[in-house]
């Protein structure tokens, strides 16, 4: 089948820009070798970390640096975005509170407090503003389940002056399990008689203690989360808020899953597996790539193509020993520092960061790849999210709002 788009990629950016070709009448499907940066990440929207108000900083930021992705997408397409991906979330019953102008500061699976600018429902009872109240709040956990540790949690809280316990719970009779990871656990509390076996505990343990809140791993349900938090809150009379874990990111996944809905709805397809190897073209125009199939390539046309693979860390671009990095779907020409020597810094915490995480493709306003001489290579591509140059989207804390602005222009060109 032809399609009239096709997007490379099943992150937060390249979901946004199917779901903007979709929404326009096109014939769209995702082609993605694996999920995207939804599964690792927190399920949050960063926008810019470090400042207290984000938008502002950003109006700033576009005006200092104008090969930013910001400055290419837009603010005003990051705002569209923002108004988009929240009518994602509410339409799957899964809202994102927040606020563009003013960053949450909201507790990590260290008891460290990380500023972002949307957090999911299921979150939002454990901003600092609200536990920096006095009243005690109470982390707890599950032995089973790795890597979340509501001692520890609790422990941080309390040296930032923000009153916590951390206590374990006894994970209710379940049938025979070797791995308690976030994605199963969180299809536990898909189960009325798990979910009551923790209210029930929680119960005892909030009367006892007096907690105000309690906080609790990032996995209350894959479907119905906010659901789950109600009902926990009904039998606790505490508020309940969910914190980050580790990934596989629950939180992540069902954005994602919203993602899908609303994409499917608009008549898009995706295809899970699909692990685009090069591209076929001529001149300036993209025909058709090929993907690995089981027993051979497997060709797919479209008129247009949207590249959002991801940067180093996602996979889409990858350093070589010998000094090169490539764009691992279409083989194109991508920005680097000048030498392997300028790749990192001396220090590895180094706060300016690392030179080759900001390695990426360079684009024209129309999001097009361009080549050394700033030509463009192909003129139906569009390079969206962290593929894009001169910007490193982890340090800079803004992985979500570049993902969702270029996302959001490549769906509206």
Not at 87 to 107: C, H, Q, S
Request: hydrophobic share 45%; charged share 20%; with cysteine.
């Amino acid at each position: 089948m032809n399609y009239e788009t096709i997007v490379i990629g099943a992150g937060l950016s390249g979901m946004m820009a199917a779901l903007g070709r979709a929404e326009r009448g096109e014939r769209v499907m995702v082609l993605a070798k694996g999920h995207g940066s939804t599964h690792w990440a927190a399920g949050c929207l960063d926008l810019l970390a470090e400042a207290e108000d984000p938008l502002g900083a950003i109006n700033q930021l576009v005006q200092a640096k104008p090969a930013h992705p910001y400055a290419l997408a837009g603010v005003a397409a990051l705002e569209q975005a923002l108004t988009r991906v929240r009518g994602v979330g509410e339409a799957a019953g899964y809202p994102l509170v927040g606020n563009a102008g003013r960053n949450l500061l909201m507790p990590t699976a260290l008891g460290a407090l990380r500023p972002t600018a949307f957090v999911p429902a299921t979150m939002v009872n454990g901003e600092a503003r609200q536990l920096g109240d006095g009243r005690p709040t109470l982390i707890v956990g599950l032995h089973e389940l790795r890597d979340f540790f509501p001692p520890l949690i609790a422990a941080n809280l309390r040296a930032q002056g923000y009153p916590a316990e951390g206590v374990y719970l006894e994970l209710p009779p379940v049938e025979r399990s070797h791995d308690f990871s976030p994605v199963v656990v969180a299809r536990l509390f898909e189960r009325p008689a798990f979910r009551a076996a923790i209210g029930r505990q929680l119960a005892v343990l909030v009367r006892k203690g007096g907690y105000a809140r309690v906080g609790l791993p990032a996995v209350l349900g894959l479907y119905n989360a906010v659901e789950v938090v109600r009902e926990l809150q009904a039998l606790t009379g505490a508020l309940i808020f969910e914190i980050p874990t580790l990934p596989t990111s629950v939180p992540g996944m069902r954005l994602f899953q919203a993602f899908e809905q609303a994409l499917t709805k608009a008549g898009g397809r995706i295809q899970i597996g699909g692990w685009v190897l090069r591209g076929e073209g001529s001149g300036s125009h993209l025909h058709a790539v090929f993907s690995e199939a089981a027993s051979r390539e497997q060709r797919h046309m479209a008129r247009r193509w949207v590249l959002a693979t991801g940067g180093i860390m996602g996979g889409g671009l990858r350093a070589e020993h010998t000094g090169v990095v490539n764009e691992t779907a279409l083989g194109l020409p991508v920005r680097t520092p000048s030498g392997r020597s300028d790749w990192f810094q001396a220090r590895f915490l180094d706060e300016a960061g690392h030179p080759v995480f900001r390695a990426g493709i360079a684009v024209d306003a129309q999001l097009r790849p361009l080549d050394a001489a700033d030509q463009i290579v192909y003129t139906n591509v569009a390079v969206v999210g962290s593929a894009l140059a001169d910007c490193d989207p982890i340090r800079e804390g803004c992985l979500e709002g570049i993902a969702l602005a270029t996302g959001f222009a490549a769906g509206q060109l």
